[in-house]
Structures are given as C-alpha cells and as structure tokens.
C-alpha cells in the first residue's frame, strides 16, 4: 500500500480531534495522519524560539484575536512562494490539526488502496 508524503500513521478513534474524519471514513477510503509540517508544498511551518507574533485566531464583530503564545503559523493569502502573509496559530487553533512531538498532524482521507489523497 502506498502511502500519502508527509505519512506518520493511520488514525484511531483514539485520535480525538481526528474522530469526526475517522467517522466519516466510508467502505473503500481510510483516514491517515500526516505531519503538515513535513507534506511538501504544504503553507504550514513551526515556530522555534521566542516570537513577537501572538495567535491571529479572530472571533466576534470587533474581529477580536485569541492573543495566546503561537506554535505553528501558516502562509495565507498568495502563499509561500508568492509572498504571502504569515500568520501565527496557537495549539487550541490549527483548524482540525494537533501539534505532537514536533509534529503537525492532519487527519485525511484516502482510497484504502491508492495513495491518492481526497481530502
């Protein structure tokens, strides 16, 4: 079986904030974990050392921002290779992805025997 890039291991019921993917895992597709920080093109990257920059997560009508010490950021906009901007995520925001042992696990669908991702 060939295996998605980025691959660390298949996800459990165990994985709780990939469960709802675990669950919506239908015959044919199985939900694996990948390290986005390791998934070529990916727009994630870790934050090493002391930062200035504070969790940009924003809530509300006066567009209010979480403000906690960030672990991961993400290039938004016209991404990496095209200048875009960098914004910094906490571990409570990574938008269904969980930070562990250095990694930055997201959980995703594939065909069971393909490695072709379709989520």
């Given amino acids: 079986m060939t295996r998605p890039e980025g691959f660390v291991?298949?996800?459990?019921?165990?994985?709780g904030f990939a469960v709802r993917r675990v669950d919506m895992?239908?015959?044919?597709?199985r939900v694996v974990l990948?390290?986005?920080?390791a998934r070529p093109g990916s727009e994630w990257?870790?934050?090493?050392?002391?930062t200035s920059m504070r969790c940009r997560y924003t809530v509300g009508p006066g567009h209010l921002t979480c403000k906690r010490e960030?672990?991961?950021?993400?290039?938004?906009?016209?991404?990496?290779?095209?200048?875009?901007?960098?914004?910094?995520?906490?571990?409570?925001h990574l938008y269904g992805r969980k930070l562990e042992n250095g990694k930055?696990?997201?959980?995703?669908?594939?065909?069971?025997?393909a490695a072709?991702?379709?989520s």
Avoid: K, Q
């Fill in 25 to 29: 895992a239908t015959a044919g597709y």
């Fill in 116 to 118: 072709e991702v379709v």
């Fill in 70 to 92: 960030p672990v991961a950021m993400v290039c938004r906009g016209r991404g990496r290779r095209y200048g875009g901007t960098w914004w910094a995520y906490c571990e409570r």
């Fill in 45 to 50: 990257a870790p934050i090493s050392g002391p």
């Fill in 9 to 15: 291991r298949d996800a459990t019921a165990d994985d």
């Fill in 104 to 113: 930055l696990l997201n959980p995703i669908l594939i065909a069971s025997d």
């Fill in 34 to 37: 990948v390290d986005d920080f």
